[in-house]
């Protein structure tokens, strides 16, 4: 099993795959064609294959793909039946309504606990695991945490990028609108809404 | 002067450009080098060049830019000198989180009210313009919006959308994690959220 990271385009095409998948009769459907899965999605047949050939490797000729055994592969590499842990810290508006979002838990992954300074934690939402910050690095190590998620400012988003990274936390998604640095072998991603929505507007103006 | 749209990038880099400019005192510096302006950013000249030669033109040669003339091309370019009015629907988590980045309007974009259906509206955060679905059409054409964010649901997405393509807006900012269709003319931008930090997570978990 090929275990590189897909293209996002690709990552964004499985879930629905496996929503196919599952909903098919198991005992009719003991085998499945990509030309099946394609004509159903409306999607290239080619590109079916691509999918799933990054994930499972290529189906049989005249055969196709076990279906059973192409739903355990998405979900394995979906991580699906792996939930990843995740921790935000910065319990603001953004971070509550990420603690909120349904659909994370849809594509494996789980934001367990948000932190936040002591005084900043009384007037927050209660439905969720909000801790202060001085919890922070006892709970990320017990819980063998590798996600994290930052929705702090600006000022503050570089020492809480080091205080993650110090707890063993492999992967950042980060959202104050900042560079932040991360030694090598951790993945950082940074959304900065901002600038999309300025990208947008310049187009907007422009056109 | 190109009015051309630039790339995320060189979008990125424009407010810092005109933050420094902005700095200088004006007497001392009527002219400004690239290559100053370069050095004090620690960026490339090649860059800076070709950045604010996309906006300006390109400066005289040994003598540069006027200092003057390049702030308020770039304050036009970034639409700083003429605020776009943004209307959101969904006022949920998300949207109220929006509603609240105070960055946007650094960016030239202010969101000036948000709409959902008449019985969310009760309990939501009352310093922001919120207003219900029934008047969305009437404001959106009174106060001419071109700017639409959508935060609602994957079902309601859209007709949603049509609804703010019907009044005139031009540009539309959907955070629905959903497909959604829009005519020929009209901007569209999608922000998935989950399938981002769903793809930070399979690289995560393949790394």
């Known amino acids: 099993m090929d275990k590189n ?11 629905s795959y496996l929503n196919y998948l599952r909903e098919l009769p198991q005992d009719e459907y003991k085998h499945i064609s990509a030309t099946a899965i ?4 409306n999607l290239g047949e080619v590109q079916v ?3 799933l050939a990054a994930v499972s490797g290529a189906g049989k000729p005249k055969v196709g793909y076990n279906t059973k055994d192409l739903i355990s592969r998405l979900e394995d590499y979906l991580g699906y039946n792996k939930i990843t842990n995740a921790v935000l810290v910065g319990a603001g508006k953004l971070g509550m309504a ?14 367990v606990a948000a932190f936040d300074l002591p005084e900043k934690i009384g007037d927050a939402d209660s439905h969720v695991n909000l801790l202060p910050m ?19 400012g600006e000022d503050a988003a570089q020492s809480v990028c080091n205080r993650m990274v110090k707890t063993g936390i492999k992967a ?5 609108p900042c560079k932040i640095d991360v030694p090598n072998g951790v993945l950082l991603k940074s ?9 947008l507007n310049n187009k907007l103006l422009n056109s």
Chains 1, 2 share one sequence.
């Open 191 to 199: 959304e900065n809404l901002a600038l999309s929505l300025a990208h």
């Open 5 to 15: 990271p897909v293209s996002k385009a690709t990552l964004g095409r499985l879930p």
């Open 49 to 51: 294959r691509k999918d």
């Open 172 to 176: 950042i998604w980060n959202f104050a």
């Open 134 to 152: 001085n919890e922070f690095e006892n709970y990320c190590t017990s819980q063998n945490i590798k996600l994290g998620i930052i929705t702090v």
């Open 98 to 111: 990420l603690m909120h979002f349904e659909e994370f838990e849809r594509y494996g992954v789980k934001i």
């Open 38 to 41: 394609a004509k159903y999605l």
